[in-house]
């Protein structure tokens, strides 16, 4: 690793598209995203070998990547990635959410993937440079978001069993549309007795693709039995609750007291979960991290103690969960309303995301400015 030859940080090389969408086209998939259906015309791409180091960094024409059958991402799963949104402002100006957090993050599930850690700065960087060819694909409408996804995966042909020696980082955008077009809707979760997302000393806290395509049976379990989404128990004891597929849980006790599963490694520390946290303890709320069971929860909506539950991620920022339902019992009641809590949550974080608050934390990061061409 002596033959470092990367420069610091990294400098981006940019080729732009020659077959980039019209304004209209662009406009006719903006004016209905969808979510994760569509993408912008450009892509970022660092190459990583165990001899260079970091190199290469350069922003291309969106296009299909050139994969060895035998590249080791295909069969080992050595992959891991980021989801964090561009908001456009009143004013027409980009920004992101606390995105060194989401760099941090790549950072920890870098090292448990054994995978090489991207440099704070040129992930920031990355990003910029996406925005600068691609800003026009942030849509403006309410609560829509250019959703940002990088991701690093082992490209080295080789089928031996180990840390591959060549790795890609990509950044791709995708316009997202608003999550909840006709209010928050509260939705039923299902709780998952027979599998477990992560177990102690997995990749539970680490943010990578193996989670997500072990929670799609479940999850597929979810959907047949009416619910949208998939709750975890811990893999030790099946007690207390982890957290949803993609989403960390919230539990409202009265009205002046949240409760979150702690993070115990087999869960996925978001940057939703940390922020609402902070917005909680602003207005007087006491937070406590600490286990949760199922029986907890069960005999704290029947006192009438546990007056609101909701999940929280990036994507649909604050989702309230009107009911759990599981093999044999249900807890809450399907037709509940959001919270109000719940939606001052939400509303007073989007506010901030969206420029419509004072950003009092630091949160923001501007995007369509200072970027080095
Ligand atoms: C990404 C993710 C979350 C939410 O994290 P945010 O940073 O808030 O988007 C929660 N749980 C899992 C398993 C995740 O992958």
Redesign the pocket.
């Known amino acids: 690793m002596s033959q470092q030859t990367t420069s610091f940080p990294l400098e981006f090389e940019r080729t732009p598209s020659q077959t980039a969408r019209s304004i209209a086209e662009r406009e006719t998939i903006l004016a209905d995203p969808g979510f994760g259906k569509y993408f912008t015309d450009h892509m970022v791409t660092i190459d990583w070998t165990i001899e260079k180091g970091w190199h290469d960094a350069r922003v291309t024409p969106y296009g299909p990547l050139l994969l060895d059958p035998a590249s080791s991402v295909l069969h080992y799963g050595q992959e891991i990635f980021e989801?964090m949104k561009a908001y456009r402002h009143a004013d027409g100006s980009i920004w992101t959410f606390r995105p060194e957090?989401?760099a941090e993050?790549l950072q920890s599930s870098a090292r448990r993937l054994a995978l090489p850690e991207l440099a704070v700065a040129d992930f920031l960087e990355s990003v910029k440079q996406m925005i600068a060819v691609d800003g026009s694909w942030v849509p403006d409408a309410p609560e829509t978001s250019l959703y940002l996804r990088p991701f690093m995966i082992a490209n080295e042909s080789f089928l031996g069993v180990r840390a591959a020696h060549k790795v890609g980082y990509y950044v791709i955008a995708s316009p997202a549309g608003a999550y909840f077009t006709d209010g928050v809707a509260p939705v039923k979760i299902w709780l998952s007795t027979e599998y477990s997302?992560a177990g102690r000393g997995g990749t539970g806290a680490a943010?990578c693709g193996g989670?997500?395509a072990a929670s799609l049976l479940p999850q597929q379990e979810a959907y047949d039995n009416g619910c949208a989404q998939v709750l975890f128990l811990d893999g030790e004891t099946g007690t207390h609750i982890d957290?949803?597929?993609?989403?960390?849980v919230f539990f409202v006790h009265g009205t002046d007291t949240l409760v979150t599963p702690r993070l115990t490694g087999t869960?996925?520390e978001?940057?939703?979960?940390d922020s609402i946290i902070q917005l909680a303890r602003d207005r007087g709320m006491t937070v406590i991290e600490r286990d949760v069971t199922v029986d907890e929860w069960r005999d704290g909506v029947a006192s009438g103690e546990i007056t609101e539950v909701f999940a929280?991620?990036?994507?649909a920022v604050v989702t309230p969960i009107a009911q759990l339902k599981a093999v044999g019992f249900t807890i809450g009641d399907a037709d509940a309303a959001a919270g109000e809590i719940t939606l001052a949550l939400r509303q007073e974080l989007t506010d901030i995301q969206y420029g419509r608050l004072p950003d009092r934390h630091g949160w923001l990061m501007r995007l369509d400015a200072e970027v080095t061409a």
């Open positions: 989801g957090k989401n993050r997302r943010k989670n997500y957290e949803l597929g993609g989403m960390n869960i996925l978001g940057v939703t979960r929280c991620g990036t994507a």
